[in-house]
């Protein structure tokens, strides 16, 4: 595997399941992040783990746990949804050096969508 | 609060034809500016990369350019082809953290 994967790709979940979103990056970077993007609207950071140190939570809702054992995995660990939390969920990974921060690279998504 | 707008929101074309995408952001202060693609359903693909002390970056027929002081952007894409087809992601970098402030996307449709 190359790059950054995400699993699952697709996900249907009702409000009050408890499931995990998966990402893993094969670059060597020592930064991930969570993206929400719904439909017609920008890219929202959620999350940023660097140095598997979480350094930003952009007022995101505590539904939504992150979790970052290691600099190559992170997670998004979902309970109690709400419908509006249907949406694409992007990871990505960069190389951040001090306050340096190089060119983010992402996953392909999870589709999810809260029933 | 940095905000970033992309104009057009769609757009649709002949083939062959040469296109601008703009994108503008209200805070000066960025590191960097990076355009991305996004196929339906997809993830996102980095296409260039603009530090703020550069004025334009190339990569085979893309041309992307920044004007840091006015807060704009284009991406030049020469002899359209319908396998560009795609949304159009501009983001910015501030001068502090890595995250990234996106637009909402010029949704590009090239014609056969």
């Known amino acids: 595997e190359t790059g950054v994967t995400q699993t699952p790709r697709h996900l249907v979940m009702g409000m009050t399941n408890k499931k995990s979103l998966k990402c893993e990056q094969h670059?060597?970077?020592?930064?991930m992040y969570w993206y929400k993007q719904s439909a017609k609207k920008p890219l929202e950071l959620m999350f940023v783990y660097s140095l598997e140190e979480r350094v930003e939570n952009n007022s995101v809702p505590s539904r939504f746990s992150p979790e970052c054992p290691n600099s190559s995995h992170l997670f998004l660990h979902l309970h109690t949804l709400q419908p509006e939390d249907s949406a694409l969920y992007l990871c990505a990974s960069s190389q951040v050096l001090g306050l340096a921060s190089y060119e983010q690279y992402f996953g392909p998504g999870t589709r999810l969508t809260v029933t | 609060k940095q905000e970033v707008t992309q104009i057009p929101a769609a757009l649709s074309v002949p083939e062959g034809e040469n296109l601008v995408l703009n994108c503008s952001f209200t805070d000066s202060a960025i590191y960097n500016l990076q355009w991305f693609r996004q196929d339906p359903g997809k993830g996102l693909t980095s296409l260039l990369l603009i530090q703020s002390s550069q004025r334009e970056q190339t990569s085979g027929r893309l041309n992307a350019s920044l004007d840091k002081s006015s807060g704009r952007s284009t991406l030049y894409i020469a002899a359209s082809q319908p396998g560009d087809s795609a949304t159009y992601l501009c983001?910015?970098?501030?001068?502090?953290?890595?995250?990234?402030?996106f637009g909402e996307g010029t949704q590009l449709t090239v014609n056969p």
């Open positions: 983001a910015v970098r501030g001068t502090s953290g890595s995250r990234l402030t």
């Open positions: 670059l060597g970077h020592n930064a």
